[in-house]
């Protein structure tokens, strides 16, 4: 199974549509949102032909955009446990780097997937893979916005440059 990951777009609309043409593109099975989507306009790219799971962001403070992303995918409110192709994927936002800490060290998922600081990151602890996929450029991060996919069959993580 290959999946999209990506994390604080930010009602950048240029970035979330360059984003679901990647994902599509790279024929994705499901695209996970690690939070910051932000509007609910911002969200709806995302109704695309793959799953769509999304935590909440400390930025999503419209109320409409559970709604919205339930409409057509999976909203996972602040934090979700998934199974996906026997893989165990936490997401977060990420805005508290001790329950980062918490969940990696926890040795009860493959993976964790956040975002919130904008600055890519691909690390394996005992087992459990951190992984974020970066955000809208600021200072002080990444230069550029990028996603990522995870193959759950080779646990390849690959990086990729958007807009």
């Known amino acids: 199974m290959l999946v999209g990951l990506c994390s604080d777009t930010h009602d950048n609309l240029d970035l979330v549509n360059a984003a679901v043409d990647y994902f599509t593109e790279q ?21 695309a032909d793959f799953e769509f799971y999304a935590a909440r962001g400390n930025n999503d403070g419209e109320w ?6 339930d409409d057509f995918g999976t909203y996972l409110g ?4 998934l199974e996906l192709d026997g893989v165990d994927v936490a997401v977060y936002h990420g805005t508290s780097e001790g329950i980062v800490d ?20 691909h690390e394996e602890r005992d087992g459990t893979v951190h992984v974020n996929p970066g955000g ?3 200072s002080g991060a990444d230069d550029d916005y990028s996603v990522a996919t995870l193959d759950t069959e080779t646990g390849d993580i690959d990086f990729q440059k958007i807009g």
């Open 27 to 47: 024929d994705v099975d499901a695209v996970v949102h690690c939070g910051d989507i932000v509007a609910p306009f911002s969200a709806t790219p995302f109704d």
């Open 64 to 69: 409409a955009l559970a709604n919205v992303v």
């Open 78 to 81: 602040e934090f979700g446990a």
């Open 102 to 121: 918490a969940l990696v060290a926890s040795g009860d998922y493959d993976y964790v997937v956040r975002g919130h600081t904008h600055q890519r990151v």
């Open 136 to 138: 809208l450029p600021i």
